[in-house]
Structures are given as C-alpha cells and as structure tokens.
C-alpha cells in the first residue's frame, strides 16, 4: 500500500525567488492537501517513523547521518530494500553492464580528493570541494521509491539535499534554462569508460524547474552511511520521478546552459530514452510495457508484479511540472 505523499517545499527555509512558478502552485496545492487532510498528515508522520526505524546502519562505510526529513514527499509504507540488494544490484556502466559488475569493480574508483565544477550560466561559478558541498545544507534522509526503465524498483533511503540548495548558492543567471550534469569519465580507474555501448563521460539533464523542486536530491549518502562506490560515490543525483537513469552517478561537473542537454542514454537510443524520462505506466518502451515493476528482493521470480505509477507515484508534487505537455511525445 502507499501512502499518498507530500512535498516539502514550503519548509525550506530558501524558497527562491528563483523558484518557478509551477513549482509554488503545487507547494500550494501541497498546503492544501495537508490542511485537508490532518489524518493523513498524521499517518504520513507514522509511516516515516516506520519506514526510518528500518534504516538501521549497516556498518559498512563512514557514517552520513541525516536528519529526519521533514520531507514528507519522501515517505512511504513500502518496506526498504536491503542494504544487500541496493549495493550488489547495479547500473554503473562505467564498471560494466552486467548488475554484479558495478560492486566487483567499482573498488578502483578514487573518490577523495572529489569537487565538482559549477559552469555556465551563473553568477558563481567555480570548483567547489565535496566537503563543502557537504555542509553547504543540512543533511536529510529521505526514502525514496526508484523504478529502472528496465522494469524493476527499489526504495532506499537516500542521504542529501536538495539541489535547489546548491542552485541557489551559484545564483543561475536568467538565461539558464537547464542543468547538465557531467559524471567522471577516467579510463585508468573505470574499466569500461572506452567501451561503445554508451558515449562518455555518462550525461544527463534537468529542466530548471525540474532541478529546483524541492524532491530532487544531491545525493551524499544511503542508508545512514556515505554512499557506497557502485551507488555513485561520492555524490550523485536522485531524481525519484524519473526512471533511474537519470540518477547521474559520481557527478564532477554541472553546467548551467541555455538549450536542452544532449544525454548519454538519448544519444545511444533517441527512439527509446528521451530528455524528460518521467516514470509513466502508459507510455511504453518501444521494446516492452512499462505498465508493472519488480520490486527487488522482495518479489520471488513468481510473485505479481505491482503497478507502476504514474511519476512513480509522485504525482501530487510534480504533475503540475509538465501541465499542458503531451507525456507521449516527451517521454
Ligand atoms: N550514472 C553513471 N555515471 N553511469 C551509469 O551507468 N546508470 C544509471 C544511473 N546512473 C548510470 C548512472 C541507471 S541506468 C540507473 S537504473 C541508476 O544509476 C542505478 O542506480 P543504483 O545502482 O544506485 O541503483
């Protein structure tokens, strides 16, 4: 069961004067949701707490801890994937394509010293080190669903921000209308950079408002930890609207630029990826439906499949993003 949820964007303390609009009609709308709704609110409030109580640490790598997000578009019922599954089931083509690769050999990866450099379209642009990154906002742990295009999900409970507070530190000039994000492309540590299956370094893009709902989150950390090297060490992106691959991994650049991005999955297959990449059950991959998913670890190879949902069921906060837009055509 889900449990309808709720953005925050209203309890950010820098709600921009940069933020679209439609992002505050549907912090609006959000507000009034809740005001309606005081048994949801206070059931939404129960499921984190149950959802979290599951997020014991695993032990494995240096502790991230985030504060219980107040974020209650990051709630769900739906019981987490384990540790175990979300860091031996990957996509990080870089290391591979097949799923084991990313945790047998994304171990060469060197993630300290780590910066990311802010180009383009911004008042502040510049190289900016990963521990500053880290402090520039407090640290949330929110717990999102992740449907792949391939047909299967998770729910992890991530570890950041959201981006919007990185945007609003490089302040955007008025031209930018999209964020590129550009991840590490080194061939000595990454055995697969070179490879033809993809074109490199792995890119990826955001319309502006996209990138500035409160949702969308720079990712440190999972599980209470920093993240693992196969999860995108050491920041990433989680966009849990989106079909996964949008989630950049390892992020070493992002540009702030005027036109839509070209992104590596387009590039490879126009006809099956495109630039929005919203989950959406009715519009089918040209090779398969997108109707259902498979949720990993907890479905056996006979179990039913469960429904995909619409904006993999963040509809409520991010439907109004794409008003008036034909989601057939902008898939
Ligand atoms: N980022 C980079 N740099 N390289 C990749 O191959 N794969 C994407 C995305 N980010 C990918 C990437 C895809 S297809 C998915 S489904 C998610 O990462 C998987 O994230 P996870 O392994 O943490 O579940």
Redesign the pocket.
Known sequence: MLIKTNADGFLHPHASEITPQSVYQSRRELMRWMAGGAAGVALAGWAQRDALAQAARPGKLAALPGAKSAVAGAVTMEKLTSYED?TSY?????FGTDKAD?ARNAHTLKTDPWSVEIEGLVKKPGKYALEDLLKLSAQEERIYR?R?VEGWS?VIPWVGYSLSALIQKVEPQPGAKYLEFL?LADPKTMPFVGSRVLSWP?AEGLRMDEAMHPLTLLTFGMYGEVLPK???APVRLVVPWKY??K????IVKIRFVDKEPATAWNKAAANEYGFYSNVNPNVDHPRWSQATERRIGEDGLFAKKRKTLMFNGYEAQVGQLYAGMDLKKNY
């Open positions: 979300a990957n996509n990080f083509y870089e990313p992740m792949c998770m991840t792995y196969q999860n995108g996964g691959f989630n950049a991994k390892s």
